[in-house]
């Protein structure tokens, strides 16, 4: 009896173990398949994958050197201004640019150019701030030109390489005389991932190209708001002289 027992366990042992094994080998081919690399599957999208990743990898360099470089600049000390005021009111002006000197940021530098032509005209004194502060502004915006090109040259490369996944399955029906899906997909997926890296790049560049401008924007509106209360400051007829 216990003899036929095990003859019938036997066979359901077997279909467990194999019911087993199959699992492990299509876990295995899942493996294999998640291991693919992504690279791999990126560079299929055809010629224009190339490009596209030399822009991806010239943007994230701009956007990286562009915001240490702005965030640098643009850092002030919020009592700088207060102090200066408080020198001049006593007419303390070496000080006073001694304070914008310790500084080196491009708010610093657009008092210090006021500071310095003290005792000329309100006007030429507001016109050398102003001055200051566009060359400030032009440094800050180097290279920002390269976002904005590559934002929109980005998208174009990836219609082009969508242009030519099309191209490619209609030249190849038309030379092999074969409509299945494994023409049209072949064509297909290589014109999607170029499209798709494309508009990928094209939005880091775009985000990144308005974020310094928003930066920007925001150091000139600074700049002049400073301006307007050092020119306050040195028209008070109570301040040393």
Same mark, same amino acid.
């Given at each position: 009896?216990?003899?036929?027992?095990?003859?019938?366990?036997?066979?359901? /042992?077997?279909?467990?173990?194999?019911?087993?094994?199959?699992?492990?080998?299509?876990? /295995?081919?899942?493996?294999? =398949?998640?291991?693919?690399?992504?690279?791999?599957?990126?560079?299929?999208?055809?010629?224009?994958?190339?490009?596209?990743?030399?822009?991806?990898?010239?943007?994230?360099?701009?956007?990286?050197?562009?915001?240490?470089?702005?965030?640098?600049?643009?850092? =002030?000390?919020?009592?700088?201004?207060?102090?200066?005021?408080?020198?001049?009111? =006593?007419?303390?002006?070496?000080?006073?640019?001694?304070?914008?000197?310790?500084?080196?940021?491009?708010?610093?530098?657009?008092?210090?150019?006021?500071?310095?032509?003290?005792?000329?005209?309100?006007?030429?004194?507001?016109?050398?701030?102003?001055? =200051?502060?566009?060359?400030?502004?032009?440094?800050?915006?180097?290279? #920002?030109?390269?976002?904005? #090109?590559?934002? &929109?040259?980005?998208?174009?490369? &990836?219609?082009?390489?969508?242009?030519?996944?099309?191209?490619?399955?209609?030249? /190849?029906?038309?030379?092999?005389?074969?409509?299945?899906?494994? /023409?049209?997909?072949?064509?297909?997926?290589?014109?999607?991932?170029?499209?798709?890296? &494309?508009?990928?790049?094209?939005?880091?560049?775009?985000? +990144?190209?308005?974020?310094?401008?928003?930066?920007?924007?925001?150091?000139?509106?600074?700049?002049?708001?400073?301006?307007?209360?050092?020119?306050?400051?040195?028209?008070?007829? +109570?301040?040393?002289?």
């Amino acid at each position: 009896m216990f003899l036929n027992f095990l003859l019938q366990a036997a066979p359901v /042992t077997d279909s467990l173990a194999n019911a087993a094994n199959t699992a492990a080998a299509a876990t /295995t081919d899942v493996s294999v =398949t998640e291991n693919v690399s992504y690279l791999d599957f990126l560079l299929k999208g055809g010629i224009m994958i190339y490009p596209l990743i030399a822009l991806l990898f010239f943007c994230v360099y701009v956007i990286i050197e562009r915001y240490l470089s702005i965030k640098k600049t643009t850092k =002030t000390d919020p009592n700088m201004l207060s102090e200066i005021k408080m020198q001049l009111k =006593t007419g303390r002006i070496d000080n006073a640019l001694m304070l914008c000197s310790r500084e080196n940021t491009a708010s610093a530098n657009v008092l210090r150019s006021g500071i310095s032509i003290i005792g000329r005209p309100i006007g030429e004194i507001e016109s050398v701030m102003e001055q =200051t502060a566009n060359v400030e502004i032009a440094q800050m915006e180097k290279g #920002l030109g390269y976002l904005g #090109l590559i934002s &929109g040259v980005a998208p174009i490369l &990836g219609f082009i390489g969508t242009i030519s996944g099309v191209i490619k399955i209609f030249h /190849t029906i038309s030379t092999t005389g074969n409509l299945n899906i494994q /023409t049209i997909s072949g064509g297909l997926y290589e014109k999607m991932i170029s499209s798709g890296a &494309g508009l990928v790049v094209g939005v880091i560049a775009y985000c +990144g190209y308005h974020l310094f401008n928003m930066m920007v924007d925001r150091f000139t509106l600074q700049a002049q708001r400073q301006t307007l209360e050092l020119i306050n400051v040195i028209q008070d007829p +109570g301040h040393g002289n």
